[in-house]
Structure formats: structure tokens, C-alpha cells
């Protein structure tokens, strides 16, 4: 039986689902507006957040909100963080990685989250100590400890947001591992790590509502969580590293030997 959170929280992303599945299968006909380089949002981004603050605000109508589209919305406790499509280039293109995500923050502490893929039917969460799971299934990190093994997943930065040491933390790892990934979407990979699909995942500059559920399905799967430089991770963190805890301070090593 689900948490009563998961609960509200699956039955706001699926209801929010059905409309990015339909704007999926009609991806041409979307009307796209530039933010930034590489950065979009579209008619369907608006609708599923609203779709979402609709359903969530009848449950929980006191609480903080914070979403990509908009902004802060300030209430009183619980703090609920959204982003509608997670993946916005992925979904502009035709491209199945994307997830609806959803979290719930209290005290500091991520609590609850999902992670949903209408397009896959893939529908990841996490509670506190209840472990992580997809689509009833619990969910662990793998258990390869040889980083020659081991995909690691990242985020490529575009346009004014590549940093200095980019290109160099990508060939350490690349290097010493079996591949890198990058799937465009953040909540997606670290679902993926949580899963045991890939081993382990970095990347800098995200947003909250990029990484919030994804964290807690990292940690209940038995991973680890810290900045790429081993600092812990915290709510204001903008640079994340996760994995299956065997490999993590061999990724640090190479992260942070520049």
C-alpha cells in the first residue's frame, strides 16, 4: 500500500500525464518559446504545472510551493517542488527520457518523491525509510565496485553555462570506465541509478526540483549522495554526485584530480 504523500502525488502526475502524452504525440504542432540556449518551454510545461498545482493544492493547500514555471509560492509548513517536464529538450524532441517529478520537503529533509515517465508507464518513488521502488517493484543501486565496469551518467552543460573543468572531468571518467551517458534529464538518470541501470551520476548547477525525488530514490536504494567533491549534499546545493556508494570515492578521486 502506497504512502498517502505517493499516493496524491501519483494521482496528480498521472492525471498531469495524460496531457504530455497527448502533447508528445503531437510534438510539431507545439508552440515553443526560447529561454536561453538550448532552454525551452512550452505550452505543454504550462499545462502540466498547472494541472499539478490544481490537483496538489486541494490536498495540501497551505503549503510552500516551488516550481520551474512558477516560481515560489509561499504558504506556511511543508514545502512541495515540482517540475513539470523534467527533460523540456528531450520532449521538444521526440525523445522519451522525461519524467514529471514531484517532492515533498520538510525541515530540510526531502521526505517523499516521484519521478514519472507517461511516455515508459515508468513511475518511480521514495519515502522515508520505505525504500524505492518502480511501478511496485523495489528498486536497488547495482553492486559493481570496478569503475571499468560501470556506466556513469552525466548532464552535458550548453552554451554559457560550460564550465571551466568540464571537458576534463568528462575524459577522467571516460577513461577509466565502460561509458558515459547522457540522457537529459536529470531526475531520469538518478532514477536509473537508484534502479541499478547505471552506477553512478554527476553533474553541476541543477536545480532542485531537477534532483529533489531522485535524491531520496538514490539514498532508499542504498546509494550515496554528496557534492562532486565529496562535500555533503544539501537543499541549496546546485552540484550533485550520486552512486551506488562502492564506486563514489573513486568518482570524487577523478572529479576533483584535475
Given at each position: 500500500m502506497l504512502p498517502a504523500t505517493i499516493n496524491i502525488f501519483e494521482k496528480a502526475a498521472r492525471k498531469a500525464g495524460k496531457i504530455l502524452i497527448r502533447d508528445f504525440g503531437?510534438?510539431?504542432?507545439?508552440?515553443?518559446q526560447s529561454k536561453n540556449v538550448g532552454d525551452f518551454v512550452t505550452s505543454a510545461d504550462l499545462k502540466i504545472e498547472k494541472s499539478l498545482l490544481e490537483t496538489l493544492k486541494y490536498y495540501y493547500p497551505d503549503a510552500n510551493y516551488i516550481t520551474e514555471e512558477s516560481g515560489h509560492i509561499k504558504g506556511n509548513g511543508e514545502t512541495i517542488v515540482i517540475d513539470p517536464i523534467d527533460g523540456t529538450s528531450n520532449f521538444i524532441h521526440g525523445i522519451p527520457n522525461i519524467g514529471?517529478?514531484?517532492?515533498?520537503?520538510?525541515?530540510?529533509?526531502?521526505?517523499?518523491?516521484?519521478?514519472?515517465?507517461?511516455?515508459?508507464?515508468?513511475?518511480?518513488?521514495?519515502?522515508?525509510?520505505?525504500?524505492?521502488?518502480?511501478?511496485?517493484?523495489?528498486?536497488?543501486?547495482?553492486k559493481r565496485h570496478d569503475l571499468?565496469?560501470?556506466?556513469?551518467?552525466?548532464g552535458a552543460p550548453f552554451g554559457d553555462r560550460i564550465y571551466k573543468d568540464y571537458y576534463k572531468e568528462l575524459e577522467n571518467i571516460s577513461k577509466l570506465t565502460a561509458g558515459v551517458r547522457r540522457l537529459g534529464a536529470a531526475s531520469i538518470d538518478l532514477a536509473y541509478v537508484a534502479s541499478g541501470k547505471i552506477d553512478g551520476f554527476w553533474e553541476k548547477d541543477l536545480n532542485l526540483w531537477d534532483v529533489s525525488s531522485g535524491i531520496l530514490l538514490v539514498s532508499e536504494a542504498g546509494g550515496r549522495i554528496s557534492e562532486p567533491n565529496g562535500n555533503k549534499w544539501n537543499t541549496k546545493s546546485r552540484d550533485i554526485l550520486a552512486s551506488n556508494t562502492l564506486i563514489h570515492n573513486k568518482l570524487i578521486e577523478n572529479l576533483t584530480l584535475l
Open positions: 503531437e510534438i510539431e504542432n507545439l508552440q515553443i514529471i517529478v514531484i517532492s515533498k520537503i520538510v525541515n530540510d529533509e526531502i521526505t517523499d518523491g516521484i519521478i514519472f515517465n507517461p511516455i515508459l508507464n515508468e513511475f518511480y518513488w521514495a519515502s522515508n525509510g520505505k525504500g524505492a521502488w518502480c511501478n511496485n517493484k523495489r528498486i536497488r543501486v547495482s571499468s565496469s560501470c556506466l556513469i551518467g552525466t
